[in-house]
């Protein structure tokens, strides 16, 4: 088998009808049971394991005893497990599950309301629960590892844990595996951006709590869009941050999210595992609290995200002491020519009659003749340093008769308006220029329109 294409037969009775995913792992495909034609999804571990064997190989299989452990309608059911007689490549077989996975459907609408965040929240909580009385700590949760499935005939998703490879197993004959030297003391194991603090310092006795916080980055991550961490740019600066900084303010990347949810992401979120929820079920009855109608997701919640997309909200930047913002408030304006009226907002105020002054003498065409001109400068008065020049003491004659002052015609006042509009661009793009070489440029924070709340109540 070089190669998973349609068709393929993998264990002699799964016919391979297209592949639906890459892990780290391996590669998961849709397939048909030839011997009951239900469909199935099929985990078929990379060559390159098989060839050079070690940890990969010897963690896939505890995959499907992990899996098979767990009975819960919130983790993928594994159904069996073995190896292709043709390739020797070992393969799980596993629920089959139609839908998209949270860390797509993220990023396909940009935020989701509190209400959809915390439903599929509290739904994972029910999967972990099982988990953790199992003695499983997942050790991978992530946005990509919550799946939301869709039952066919009915409107209802379900939200379901998948991925449980890296699953960390305590007592009886799973957790040998442990003790065998799958995981080695300070060897670091998941997702970075997802990682407690101390996954990221390799500590072997890590419990469900590592799992309660990599939620709340799924939590926070769903509500604004980016991980608390998703700004540092290399592994190591990450580490250390998540290891001696408190995640970002939620607030300050979603201010739309009511606070009694920020609360619940940053106790998730604590760096001491004893400040965070100690079990799954206290973080789900938190959540629960804030969810009157329960926790059920349905199609039509999602299908309203496909129709009016949400825009993920980038944290505003202070701009540094050598910029500058010029703030314009641009008037709204006739358009160039028109001579309709303004907006019905602001009505054109109606034209006004040539004025008349009766008190103001007529302007004469030329000065009277016996109109003494300007004083001629003498030479030495010219070549005198700081010698100030005579001004004449004769008067101009004043104008007599009425002075008639135009009015601007609708043509003219458009005309000024497109002048005044040039300026004020012009003026706004030289001020603004210094930001835009700026490397941190600034984004405009705006708000993200949430969901109508009363009280403690959060509608989708």
Same mark, same amino acid.
């Given at each position: 088998?070089?190669?998973?294409?349609t068709?393929?037969?993998?264990?002699?009775?799964?016919?391979?009808?297209?592949k639906?995913?890459?892990?780290g792992?391996g590669?998961?495909?849709?397939?048909i049971n030839l011997?009951?034609?239900?469909?199935?999804a099929?985990?078929?571990?990379?060559?390159e394991a098989?060839?050079?064997g070690?940890?990969?190989l010897?963690?896939f299989?505890?995959?499907?005893?992990?899996?098979?452990?767990?009975d819960?309608?919130?983790?993928?059911s594994v159904?069996? $497990?073995d190896?292709?007689a043709?390739?020797?490549r070992?393969?799980?077989?596993?629920?089959?599950?139609?839908?998209e996975?949270?860390?797509?459907?993220?990023?396909r609408?940009?935020?989701?309301?509190p209400?959809?965040?915390?439903?599929?929240?509290?739904?994972?909580?029910l999967?972990?629960?099982?988990?953790?009385?199992a003695g499983i700590?997942?050790?991978?949760?992530?946005s990509a590892?919550?799946?939301l499935?869709?039952r066919?005939?009915?409107?209802e998703?379900?939200?379901?844990?998948?991925?449980f490879?890296i699953?960390?197993?305590?007592e009886?004959?799973?957790?040998?595996?442990?003790?065998?030297?799958?995981?080695?003391p300070?060897?670091?194991? #998941?997702?970075?951006?997802?990682?407690?603090?101390e996954q990221?310092?390799?500590?072997?006795d890590?419990?469900?709590r590592s799992?309660?916080?990599?939620?709340?980055?799924a939590?926070?991550?769903?509500?604004? #869009?980016?991980t608390?961490?998703a700004?540092?740019p290399t592994?190591?600066? =990450?580490?250390?941050?998540?290891?001696?900084e408190?995640?970002?303010?939620?607030?300050?990347?979603?201010?739309?999210?009511p606070?009694e949810v920020?609360?619940?992401v940053?106790?998730?979120?604590?760096r001491?595992?004893?400040?965070?929820?100690?079990?799954?079920?206290?973080?789900?009855? $938190? =959540?629960? $609290?804030?969810?009157?109608?329960?926790s059920?997701i349905?199609?039509?919640? =999602?299908a309203s995200?496909?129709a $009016?997309?949400?825009s993920?909200?980038?944290?505003r930047q202070e701009?540094r002491s050598?910029?500058s913002?010029?703030?314009?408030?641009?008037?709204e304006?006739?358009?160039l020519?028109?001579?309709?009226?303004?907006?019905?907002s602001?009505?054109?105020p109606?034209?006004?009659p040539?004025v008349e002054?009766?008190g103001?003498?007529?302007?004469?065409?030329e000065?009277?003749a016996?109109?003494?001109?300007?004083?001629?400068?003498?030479?030495d008065?010219?070549?005198?340093?700081g010698t100030p020049?005579?001004?004449s003491?004769?008067?101009?004659?004043?104008?007599s008769?009425?002075?008639v002052?135009?009015a601007?015609?609708?043509?003219a006042?458009s005309? =000024?308006?497109a002048?005044?509009?040039?300026?004020?661009?012009?003026?706004?793009?030289?001020?603004?220029?210094p930001?835009?070489?700026?490397p941190?440029?600034?984004v405009p924070a705006?708000p993200?329109?949430?969901?109508?709340?009363?009280?403690?109540?959060?509608?989708?």
């Open positions: 088998m070089k190669d998973q294409t068709e393929q037969i993998i264990g002699r009775k799964f016919r391979v009808t297209r639906l995913a890459d892990g792992m590669s998961v495909f849709e397939a011997n009951t034609g239900g469909r199935v099929l985990k078929v571990i990379v060559a098989v060839t050079v070690g940890e990969l010897a963690r299989p505890r995959e499907a005893l992990v899996g098979g452990r767990i819960s309608p919130h983790v993928v159904y069996d $497990a190896v292709d043709e390739t020797r070992p393969y799980i077989v596993m629920e089959y599950l139609s839908g996975d949270v860390e797509k459907l993220v990023h609408v940009g935020v989701l309301p209400g959809l965040a915390l439903r599929i929240t509290a739904q994972a909580c999967g972990l629960k099982t988990a953790h009385e700590v997942h050790r991978d949760i992530k590892n919550m799946f499935s869709r066919e005939g009915s409107d998703v379900v939200l379901k844990l998948v991925d490879g699953a960390k197993v305590r009886d004959q799973y957790a040998a595996g442990e003790s065998q030297g799958l995981t080695r300070g060897s670091v194991l #998941g997702s970075p951006f997802y990682m407690s603090p990221v310092t390799g500590e072997t890590l419990d469900h799992d309660i916080w990599s939620l709340g980055v939590l926070y991550e769903m509500l604004s #869009g980016v608390p961490h700004h540092i592994n190591m600066a =990450l580490f250390y941050s998540i290891c001696c408190d995640a970002l303010p939620l607030s300050s990347r979603a201010p739309g999210v606070a920020a609360e619940i940053h106790k998730a979120l604590s001491d595992p004893a400040g965070r929820f100690q079990t799954a079920v206290e973080m789900g009855a $938190a =959540l629960s $609290a804030l969810l009157p109608e329960g059920a349905h199609e039509s919640m =999602l995200l496909r $009016a997309p949400v993920v909200v980038v944290p701009p050598s910029e913002i010029l703030p314009v408030t641009a008037p304006l006739p358009a020519g028109a001579e309709s009226e303004g907006p019905p602001s009505p054109r109606p034209s006004l040539p002054d009766p103001e003498p007529p302007v004469p065409s000065l009277p016996s109109a003494p001109g300007p004083p001629a400068i003498k030479p008065e010219a070549a005198g340093a020049r005579r001004r003491s004769a008067k101009r004659p004043e104008p008769g009425p002075v002052k135009p601007l015609g609708a043509g006042r005309l =000024l308006y002048a005044v509009l040039v300026v004020v661009a012009v003026g706004v793009g030289a001020a603004l220029r930001c835009a070489a700026s941190d440029p600034i705006s993200i329109p949430s969901s109508p709340t009363s009280g403690s109540r959060l509608e989708r």
